[in-house]
């Protein structure tokens, strides 16, 4: 899968099935992206010729210039083999096919797609899709044909995101970008006709740029799920693979045919395979964010499960408590010795009225400074393994400062630590100030748990796997 | 409880508790908010006198005017009983009692909290507190110790909020104000010394603007579990409500303790009782919202659990079919003469791409009138008994008038339809389209399916009791 590399980042491009007379056909849509937004040497492809957006067409991809590195094809699906071939001609290794009518559509158009999975290889061609969104890697190149007002785009960063459903993946590109989360590369696979998931997890496990890799997947072709474990065994030591699996319900199974077709496989057997190599699964969308976001940081390993817990409010510290126990999470009880340790630091007019028995509630009086010095007597208990900080400002006390201050002790401490902040725009230099010091921030209380969680579990697995 | 009505639309109020030298002191941003955004008579109370804000400080409660309906107090929990009396001396019939230091800290502050519960009675003072952060009801009053720009205030809208944690009520109007989602009362109940959830609930389930009432519990004193779940048979069959309970595991149980020393009671005692008396629980505070605002569009009935779906992506079909299939939803299969109704009504180029097995997925080529079309075929069918809209707005044929005209063909249906559209500001023109015309918007796929559970629930208990 060498093609791959070049797919995302090519030199040279071009789009077969632009339309002289619609603007707003998919192809016309992909090629205003590469060849303005992303400002790649891109030809614009159609039999009848003419002029699209100034560029001259070129009538077929064998008329085009030498060079082109990608081609992506958005022409009716009786006529991508014959374009492929050309392309095979042309010496072009990578091809993204977004045209449907493929095996989604029943026997014709299965019989198509194996045609074209034939055509390249024989041609040593690459090829994601078809029946695909298209892939896109931030500040490089951009083939969804959706019109860019409509899908938003992350920052460039570290999370690598392929999917089975291109809907599916617009969703987590919003995601992301509302979170502020980087992506290095969002990729739409379709019917998977050549190119399949672990292809992609392979590629990834060895790109530098990308520390966490996440995968929606609905189900496995013939032999597929064998070589998608065997390449989570192999890239999982190196960086987290996290994996929705959609379909697992009866119901669900019978919309995954109708969508790609694939077999949803045996549940169980899936399941037991992904803990055993060290792929986290997640549950639903809420999990996925809260994974991908937390690895993105690259946190720090969690020994064990306990936790250690602050808070301004007793609510939060009880909604945290069932939501850690629900993962398995243990809030430790403290000493005596442990209480009176950080009773001494706060604030004197607060000691009284403050718990410290975990989770600690520093009550809504509390400022900037207890949160600190609390913290800091916290991470030094060997009792705890992590520290959870519920952090809803609305206490008088608390100035904007305090996601800076309180990640710059966390830095002077071996322990993974987690925030929850409410994702709103009137925190974001609180959610800011801890999130460029190195400490995730959950939007939700059961956010910031999740991402202990799945800290927890990739730690547990370099355990046993004797890499931590 | 009389004093509940008067407490939470008051003529006339006073602060106890303001400082001459602290303007940011709970009781002055009370006086502040109380005066100067609610535009209620407000009288500022401290022994010392002066001046607050431009406003003479009467000496007590003894010495200031007549006609004060409501006496918020923020004085040291010692103070406490004393201002009491005076507010009984003085004909006041409803007090909030901000201050700390009652039974949450310990023996001594949990007689002085038994002492204040006896003044009120003795005065038929009606009292909430102590340890509260105050009532809040949209355009009318606001007594809540935190600054404004601290914590979201939503529109004026039918949800009543009812909480044992202030934190977790301050999230709550954080998410309502985000979601846009209108409220007509919050109450943080904090000690809950003498009024209790269900005195709320009571008062809310006879208050015509209310639709639904939403209680977060951590646990009951001696003898409230029963009179809670006595209050809901009663107040159940006329409006929802919904609850979450907090403090369920052994952890939270724990922190819960510390937090309002309420107990936790019996946690399967407690849900059977819920469910027979037609409580709505929530597992968590994804379900709180989705319950929340699906029931605050008074939904119609939903007879079973058939749902029919329409997505423009496959992957969402699969998705929502495992979400449904935890919540018991069924997605019944479509017969090939139903999916041929469907069929004949979409554009023809689209006819053949588009699936029609439940969940239908109409593709990304399907435009506005396309969903329009086929919802309107769906809703006939007898074997649903709702419809579930999938509409991720990325197809380039979906204009942002797609909300309300697919809501005005729901409109001519007798079925419970729900949508999810990603709450982004782009699509704010769609979700309005939805909801001015009826629609609930989930904003995941996951809360869609959670509202069509919740207003399944219900519906349930509503059959069961001969209601409809």
């Known amino acids: 899968m060498t093609g791959l590399k ?32 992303n ?11 003419g002029v699209v957006e100034g560029v001259p067409v070129c009538k077929s991809i064998t008329e085009a210039p030498d060079g082109i590195e990608l081609a992506v094809i958005s022409v009716p699906a009786k006529y991508v083999p014959g374009v492929l071939r050309e392309c095979g001609e042309k010496g072009i290794h990578s091809v993204v096919v977004v045209s449907g009518g493929f095996s989604e559509v029943g026997a014709t158009g ?6 074209i999975v034939e055509i390249a290889e024989e041609f040593g061609i690459t090829m994601v899709g078809p029946n695909c969104i298209g892939v ?23 999370v690598a995101i392929i999917s089975q459903s291109g809907g599916w993946l617009i969703e987590r590109l919003e995601e992301f970008a509302q979170r502020d989360v980087g992506i290095a590369a969002a990729i739409s696979i379709g019917n998977a006709a050549q190119t399949k998931v672990h292809d992609f997890i392979r590629h990834f496990g060895s790109e530098r740029k990308v520390d ?47 969508h790609t077709s694939s077999l949803a496989g045996n549940q169980v057997v899936a399941e037991a395979a992904f803990r055993q190599f060290g792929v986290i699964q997640a549950v639903d969308e809420d999990e996925v964010m809260a994974y991908a976001k937390a690895f993105s940081f690259k946190p720090k390993p969690m020994k064990g499960p306990r936790v250690g817990t602050l808070t301004v409010s007793g609510g939060h510290g009880v909604i945290a408590s069932d939501e850690a126990s629900h993962y398995g999470l243990v809030f430790p009880g403290f000493s005596r010795e442990q209480q009176e340790t950080m009773r001494e630091v706060m604030t004197p007019a607060y000691q009284g009225i403050a718990s410290f ?48 201050r309180v990640a710059n002790v966390a830095k002077t401490h071996q322990k993974t630590v987690v925030s929850y902040v409410p994702d709103l725009e009137k925190y974001e230099v609180i959610i800011r100030g801890f999130e460029i010091n190195g400490i995730p921030v959950g939007d939700t209380i059961e956010e910031a748990v999740q991402m202990l ?16």
């Open 6 to 37: 070049t797919m995302l980042n090519p030199s040279a491009t071009a789009v077969v099935g632009v339309s002289t007379s619609n603007p707003f056909s998919p192809g016309n849509v992909i090629f205003r992206k590469l060849r303005f937004e």
């Open 110 to 115: 299965a019989s198509l797609q194996s045609e």
């Open 212 to 258: 966490v890799i996440l995968a929606y997947i609905e189900g496995f072709g013939e032999g597929e799920g064998r070589r998608f474990v065997e390449t989570c065994k192999e890239i999982a030591p190196k960086k987290p693979v996290v994996v929705l699996k959609g379909g697992e319900s009866e119901a669900g199974h019978r919309a995954t045919q109708s």
């Open 39 to 49: 400002a790649l040497p891109t030809y614009p492809i159609n039999p009848k010729g």
């Open 136 to 158: 896109f890697v931030p500040d490089v190149l951009d083939t969804f044909f959706l019109p860019s007002e409509r899908v938003a785009r992350p920052r460039r960063g570290n």
């Open 453 to 468: 969680n799945g800290i927890r579990r990739r730690s547990k697995y370099l355990q046993r796997i004797g890499v931590v």
């Open 357 to 404: 028995r975990n989770p600690c509630d520093l009550t809504g009086s509390a400022s900037d400074v207890d949160y600190e010095r609390v913290l800091d007597k916290m991470l030094e208990f060997e009792n705890i393994d992590a520290a959870l900080l519920l952090l809803l400002p609305y206490a008088p006390g608390i100035s904007l400062q305090i996601g800076a």
